[in-house]
């Protein structure tokens, strides 16, 4: 299969064009987490693949969009969400295994052009990380209330420094918590009426350069 390697031309990409297409696909992907009885952690190298690969079929058969938040792994099953924590900044983000790869070296997951720019490496192109596994995705409620996440980190001193930079432009802005059997997870997110207010708050802060995610709020 063709070496997934990072064109120049997105290293340090930050168009305002990007980011939109970015936080509107990734609010078209929220669903929920069902955790696994047993997860499994696997740490090792991560890498992203982007525009060589974007609109052709994944292993799965789907068609890969480089802006939803999803993965290659090379034996965990389509639909399986993942936790990817970038272990030298801390910060983590959840994707969706559609895809098989990566086969390059030693590395364990090749990440989609949207999630490598939550995690804080598509400059560097590869990172550290670790991988645990939390479950399958469920349809969310045909209307559910929704929010924008900022920033996901295991460090909750770096999440309430950002919490704190954030309120001086935005209402309701908290930490939300997110525990598994082997990490606990700070989250922070603003909180929004519905879908449009959080795609008008999404645009807002997606313009200063910060990488967001529409979800559910929970």
Known sequence: MEDRTIPSSLRGL????????????????????????LPLV????????????????????????MYDLTAAHNTLPFGTNVMVTNLDNGKSVVVRINDRGPFVGNRIIDLSFAAARVLGMVGTGTAPVKLEVLGTVSSLPSSPACCVQVGSFVVEDNALALQRTLQEKYDGVYVSIFRTS???????????????DALRIAERVSAEGIPVIILEER
Do not use: M
């Open 14 to 37: 930050k168009s305002k064009k990007v980011l939109g297409l970015f936080f509107i696909l990734a609010a078209a992907s929220c669903a929920r987490v069902r955790s696994l009885p």
């Open 42 to 65: 696997q740490t090792g190298l991560a890498s992203w693949y982007g525009p060589d690969f974007h609109g052709k079929a994944t292993s799965n058969k789907e068609i890969y969009n």
């Open 182 to 196: 082997y990490q606990t997870y700070f989250r922070v997110r603003i909180r929004a009426g519905d879908k449009n």
